[in-house]
């Protein structure tokens, strides 16, 4: 994925911004705790997740289903746009950051479907193309444990 020069620039987060967004993330969105996403990384510029293969996860069997990839990959649009928002505030308290992401909802989500969903862990990555001041555009994408690209994804959010 290619850098956006536009966030580049923005220094790291605080660790109290990055300990809020992992909680919203990972525990006040209910549905992520069902998926069993974890957040690997978050940069101004690109997130990192992580899921783990589970029982309940399989669609075909040995497959991942691929309603999880989708909610998956929207799920990181999501955190990705969250994390460019954030990056945006920098010159706001991490508190009232945290709380610019309750009108944020998905408006448009494409999934592409490159190889089965095989694995113990699959890594996930997302990143902003695009934060306008109403609609962001991402791009994600969905990778085995050996880094091999299985799924990509394009999304458009509303933040505004």
Known sequence: ??????????????REFVSGLKKIFEEMIVFNQ??????????????????????????????????????????????AVMAAIGARHMDEAPAQRLHRFGKLGTIDLRIDYLRPGI????????????????????????????????STGAGAYIVS
């Open 1 to 14: 994925m290619k850098k956006n020069p536009t966030v580049d620039a923005v220094p790291e987060f605080e």
């Open 34 to 79: 069902v998926l069993g996403l974890k957040i690997a990384s978050i940069k101004p510029d690109r997130v990192m997740g992580r899921i783990a293969m589970r029982r309940e996860l399989v669609g075909s069997p040995n497959r991942l289903h691929g309603g999880v990839i989708s909610a998956s990959l929207d799920a990181m649009g999501g955190l």
């Open 119 to 150: 694995g113990d862990h699959f890594e996930l990555h997302a990143e902003v193309l695009r934060l306008g001041s109403r609609v962001a555009t991402t791009r994600m994408e969905f990778c085995g444990a050996d880094g091999k690209l299985l």
